[in-house]
C-alpha cells in the first residue's frame, strides 16, 4: 500500500524562528499535495497546497516545496507565532484519488 | 457559509454497546468523507459517499460499522457492537469536488471501555 511519512514527529521553536516540516511518499502517481492543520479539539483544515506542475508555492508566511524525483515535498513556516502550535499533516493523494494522512507533526512555538 | 456538523461531540459507551454519529455536510458538496483518527495519529479514511452511493469503503470493518447517506446530504455512521480499540475522534468531511480542498467537522470522540 501507499506509505507517508512525517519527519520530525514533534518540532519546538522559538517565536519569530523558522519551522520546516517533510514528506515523503511512495506512490510516483501522486499529483497533489496538501498541508492541513489540526488545532486542539477541531478538525484538520487544509493551509496550502500543491499540485505537480509546479516546484513551490507561497502564501504569506507559509510555503510548500515539492521534489516529485525524490518523492518528497516540505512545509516551511516562516516569523512563526504562537498561533502556530498545532499538528500538521501532510495528505498526498494516493490511488483511487483518496488522500493519504502523514502521522502528524506537532509543531510547538514558545514565545 | 455554515460548516460541516457533527454530532454528539463526545459519547462514551461499554464495550459490545452501539453508538450513531451524524454528520451534515456543506451545502452543495457533492462527495462526504468518514475518517476515524486514534490518538497521535492522522487520519484514516473508512468510507467515501459520492452523493448517495459509496465510492471507497475498503478500510470500513464491515462487521461493526455501517455508513448511509440519505439522499445524498446528511450522513450517519454506526459501530455495533463497539469494540475498545474503537475508542478514537470520528471526522467528517465533505468537498465540493473528489480531489479538491476537504472541510472538516470539529469530529465526535468515543470513549469505550
Known amino acids: 500500500g501507499e506509505n507517508v511519512e512525517q519527519h520530525p514527529s514533534t518540532l519546538s521553536v522559538q517565536e519569530g524562528d523558522s519551522a520546516v516540516i517533510k514528506c515523503t511518499y511512495s506512490?510516483?502517481?501522486?499529483?497533489?499535495f496538501p498541508w492541513y492543520k489540526q488545532e486542539l479539539g477541531k478538525g484538520p483544515q487544509l493551509i496550502i497546497d500543491i499540485r505537480s506542475n509546479v516546484g513551490e508555492k507561497k502564501d504569506q508566511r507559509i510555503a510548500v516545496t515539492l521534489n516529485k524525483t525524490a518523492k518528497h515535498f516540505s512545509l516551511h513556516i516562516t516569523e512563526t507565532q504562537p498561533e502556530d502550535s498545532a499538528v500538521y499533516f501532510c495528505?498526498?493523494?494516493?490511488?483511487?484519488?483518496?488522500?493519504?494522512f502523514g502521522q502528524g507533526t506537532e509543531l510547538s512555538v514558545k514565545p | 457559509e455554515a460548516g460541516v456538523a457533527q454530532s454528539p461531540r463526545y459519547k462514551i459507551i461499554e464495550k459490545r454497546q452501539s453508538v450513531a454519529f451524524w454528520c451534515n455536510p456543506i451545502?452543495?458538496?457533492?462527495?462526504l468523507y468518514w475518517y476515524q483518527q486514534i490518538l497521535g495519529q492522522g487520519p484514516k479514511l473508512l468510507i467515501q459517499?459520492?452523493?448517495?452511493?459509496?465510492?471507497?469503503d475498503s478500510q470500513l470493518p464491515k462487521d461493526r460499522f455501517s455508513a448511509e447517506r440519505l439522499k445524498g446530504v446528511d450522513s450517519t455512521l454506526k459501530i455495533q457492537p463497539a469494540k475498545l480499540e474503537d475508542s478514537a475522534v470520528y471526522l467528517c468531511a465533505s468537498s465540493f469536488e473528489r480531489t479538491g480542498e476537504l472541510f472538516f467537522g470539529e469530529g465526535s470522540r468515543l470513549t469505550v471501555l
Open positions: 506512490d510516483s502517481a501522486s499529483n497533489y
Open positions: 459517499f459520492q452523493n448517495n452511493g459509496v465510492v471507497d
Open positions: 495528505a498526498p493523494l494516493g490511488q483511487g484519488g483518496k488522500l493519504i
Open positions: 451545502s452543495g458538496h457533492a462527495t
